[in-house]
Every structure is written in structure tokens, then in C-alpha cells.
């Protein structure tokens, strides 16, 4: 009798995948200050785009709003790491009660080169993805009283539609964008507008380039690609529209409970990756998962150690 030979089937981890330093950044903050004032917390928004870390935080006493309208007075509150408005820091100002920003602060850099933009009479293109929380608080950090403008692009036509009269122009973007895509729409706004000003450094932030470059590689070397990641995280859906442009099949889930069997069937290799407000417990849950279905290999791409932390307010430090 002939044994039929089994398949060798692997598992193979993006590195780095996960957690960043303002995802990390906005979590200690959050739960530094149920321990130091007890629940409840408020939160403006999402303080991250995940449903495990939102629901977990719920659990502990955060109540997450949508204005700052709903905190009540002598509550703490926390803004979210995408970042607000002026106009919402404002507001918060006027109240009687206690916030901590939890803004990343690479969104906070960008906030600052518009205003510096601003203070040196330059209309500004902002490239980014109308509606995401990132873009309207940095949409709202151009001053009311400035002379100058502040532009949204998302793709070629927005900026073939652009007319700017000033000759003074200057480019921002989202943090968390497509590194190709960005760089597309960059070098269009250098044709058009040849004098146009750019940050020193990228906006886009370390962990969403090394995220990227990072499933670019596991593209290479997986015939699936498992991207880790809520529906509403920007990051995380570049990265599955990153696998899929490299010509792999890419699936963007929650947890363990959105992976499609059928799509495995065939599968011999498959890649996890997780996007920047991904707890690494899930992916743990989705190996877990897959060990059984015969993926019983797990190995890691080349090392590549982010090291980059963030202080957190002096007020929970001490």
C-alpha cells in the first residue's frame, strides 16, 4: 500500500506586524488613567481603530463618545490617537473637566507643519482619505484667520481639478497612506506646482513603512495573506491592498473567526500580518487556529526590531 505523502503546510509571521508606539502610546494612556482616577473614563472617538482593544477598554470602565458635547463635567476625558481639531481642543479648554491628548505624535508633527505652513502665507495640499479622523483633525489645524487655504487630495484627478493661484504651496499627508501610492500623487503635485514645499521627513510614519516593506517580502513567500486588522483601520487596509497588488490573495480580518476555510483549501503557505492597532493576542489566536487545519510550521521573517517609544504625559508618570 502506498502511503500518500502529506503536504508540508507553513505559517509564516510579518515582523514587524503590530502594536506601534503611538497605538501603545494611546493605550497606557488610557488605562494609566483608570488607574489613577477609576472608571469612567471618556474617550473621543475610537481610541484606536481595533474592536478587540475598544471592547476590552469598555469592559474596564471607558466610555467611548463621539463629542466632546457628551463628557460630563469633572470627568476625565481622552482624545484619540488619530488626532483633533482645533476647534475640539477648544472646546475641551472650556470645560470643567480633565483630558489627557492621546494623539500620535507623528499626527501631531503634521499638525504643526500646517500651521507653520500656514504662518508663512503657503496654501497647503493635504493627501489623505476624506472622512478618517487623521484627516479632519488635520484638516481643522489650519488657523480660521489665515489668508491661506488648505486643500484635500485622495487621488490624480483631485489634483488635476486643484487650482491654486498662489505661488506659496506646500504638501502634508495622512500618516498611515500607501507609501507607492503617496509617492504617485507626490510626484504629481511636483509637476504640477514645481515649487512646492514638502516635509523634511516623510509623513508617513516608521511602522506604516515597515509594515509595508514588510508584507511586500511575506507576498513573496505565501500564497495567502492574512492581514490582522478592523474594517475602519487605515493602515491595516493598505496592507491588504498592498498583498494583493503584489499578486497574493490577502484577507482582512478581525480574529480567528473571519477566516474563510475554503480559501485555505488549497494553501500550503500562509502569511500573518497585523496592522498597527492589532494586539499581537490575536495573532496568537490565528496560529492557534491554523496548527490543526495541518499548518503545524510557524517561522518569522528577518528580524526587523522597531525600538521607537513615546512619553506619556508627566501628570500619569508621576
Known amino acids: 500500500m502506498i502511503m500518500k505523502k502529506e503536504l508540508h503546510k507553513e505559517i509564516v509571521l510579518a515582523n514587524p506586524r503590530g502594536f506601534c508606539a503611538g497605538v ?9 488613567s483608570l488607574d489613577k482616577f477609576k472608571e469612567p473614563v471618556y474617550v473621543r472617538h475610537q481610541v484606536v481603530h481595533n474592536k478587540k482593544v475598544v471592547e476590552d477598554l469598555e469592559k474596564k470602565g471607558v466610555k467611548f463618545v463621539k463629542e466632546v458635547s457628551e463628557i460630563p463635567d469633572n470627568a476625565v476625558a ?23 491628548d492621546a494623539t500620535c505624535p507623528l499626527v501631531t508633527k503634521v499638525h504643526l507643519e500646517v500651521q507653520k505652513h500656514a504662518q508663512k502665507g503657503r496654501d497647503i495640499i493635504l493627501i489623505g482619505h476624506k472622512g478618517h479622523p487623521e484627516v479632519i483633525g488635520t484638516l481643522g489645524r489650519h488657523p480660521s484667520n489665515s489668508n491661506t487655504k488648505i486643500y484635500l ?18 504638501y502634508v499627508t495622512q500618516t498611515t497612506l500607501s507609501v507607492d501610492e503617496t509617492r504617485e500623487l507626490i510626484n504629481s503635485l511636483k509637476e504640477k506646482f514645481p515649487g512646492i514645499i514638502g516635509p ?20 513573496l513567500e505565501c500564497q495567502i495573506v492574512l492581514v490582522i486588522g478592523s474594517q475602519t483601520s487605515s493602515n491595516s487596509n493598505r496592507l491588504k491592498e498592498l498583498a494583493e497588488k503584489c499578486g497574493t490573495k490577502s484577507f482582512l480580518i478581525d480574529d480567528k473567526t473571519d477566516i474563510d476555510l475554503n480559501s485555505l ?18 495573532v496568537q489566536e490565528v496560529i492557534s487556529f491554523l496548527v490543526p487545519l495541518g499548518f503545524n510550521t510557524v517561522r518569522n521573517l528577518s528580524e526587523n526590531n522597531e525600538n521607537m517609544t513615546f512619553k506619556l504625559p508627566k501628570e500619569l508618570t508621576s
Open 24 to 32: 501603545d502610546r494611546a493605550i497606557d494612556i488610557v488605562e494609566k
Open 78 to 100: 481622552i482624545f484619540s490617537a488619530h488626532g483633533v481639531s482645533q476647534k475640539v481642543e477648544d472646546e475641551a479648554k472650556k470645560r470643567n473637566f480633565m483630558y489627557f
Open 153 to 170: 487630495v485622495e487621488n490624480n484627478d483631485d489634483i488635476k481639478k486643484l487650482e491654486i493661484s498662489s505661488p506659496e504651496v506646500a
Open 200 to 219: 523634511s521627513a516623510d509623513d508617513i510614519c516608521y511602522a506604516t513603512q515597515n509594515r509595508q516593506d514588510a508584507v511586500k517580502q511575506l507576498s
Open 265 to 282: 483549501k488549497d494553501a500550503t503557505s500562509v502569511g500573518i500580518t497585523a496592522g498597527a492597532s492589532a494586539p499581537e493576542e490575536i
